[in-house]
């Protein structure tokens, strides 16, 4: 089971930062959380990961709380190509490893 | 370039019919995974391989049969005990796989029942 949990769907006009949530009130301490995104019918892309930090790249920003129990992944300017399916995961212990599981993600539609 | 391919993009299949999926990778990953997506859901894991000629059952294995006789290879075969196997299949790798580092996904493929 995913240990994430995240709005089925969400909507941002073009221009707009999209603030998208996910909860992993079970992370562990040295758990990092992962954001990926797809468009449809193509294979996820990996776009920031973070442990306790803030962090930011050239596609987005990651804000992680301070409990680390949820984070907020930001799009500072959405365009209409970011219209994707955003997922939020964290590694499931399984026989000794760290596997990545997967949620549904949030759907996200950026609008003219 | 560096990257996963997986092949055919599209393929159809006739029940009772076994089918198998490529999955090539030359990023050097010791990490290699295959997941199936539903339309409108989420990616479920069938298996998963750390390490050459290793390979464990994910959440949805029944039906599905993997090898990993080579790094760069794992190729799911779709057998014909799978009761639904209409679906995107999506092979990824990673470079760290008992701690972390991001996965790296191939283009998948469609598979559809007639």
């Known amino acids: 089971d995913a240990k994430t949990t995240q709005p089925p769907s969400m909507d941002c006009a073009e221009g707009r930062a999209a603030n998208l949530p996910c909860n992993h009130s079970t992370i562990s301490g040295n758990e990092y959380v992962y954001w990926y995104r797809q468009i449809h019918s193509q294979g996820p892309q990996y776009i920031i990961h973070g442990l306790k930090n803030n962090e930011t790249n050239e596609m987005a920003s990651l804000i992680i709380t301070e409990d680390r129990k949820s984070s907020t992944l930001i799009l500072p300017h959405a365009t209409l190509r970011d219209t994707a399916v955003y997922y939020c995961?964290?590694?499931?212990?399984?026989?000794?490893?760290?596997?990545?599981?997967f949620g549904r993600g949030t759907s996200l539609i950026v609008h003219p | 370039d560096g990257g996963i391919t997986q092949s055919p993009k599209y393929l159809f299949r006739k029940e009772g019919q076994n089918v198998t999926l490529s999955c090539e990778q030359n990023?050097?990953?010791?990490?290699m995974y295959w997941y199936r997506q539903d339309p409108g859901q989420g990616l479920r894991l069938i298996y998963y391989?750390?390490?050459?000629?290793?390979?464990q059952k994910g959440d949805i294995a029944e039906g599905y049969s993997v090898s990993r006789e080579k790094k760069e290879s794992f190729p799911l075969t779709v057998t014909s005990a799978q009761k639904n196997p209409t679906a995107f299949y999506l092979c990824a790798s990673s470079p760290n796989p008992g701690t972390g580092g991001e996965l790296f996904f191939g283009e998948g493929s469609r598979l559809t029942v007639l």
């Open positions: 995961i964290v590694r499931v212990a399984r026989g000794g490893s760290y596997i990545p599981t």
């Open positions: 990023l050097n990953h010791d990490a």
């Open positions: 391989s750390q390490i050459v000629n290793d390979f």
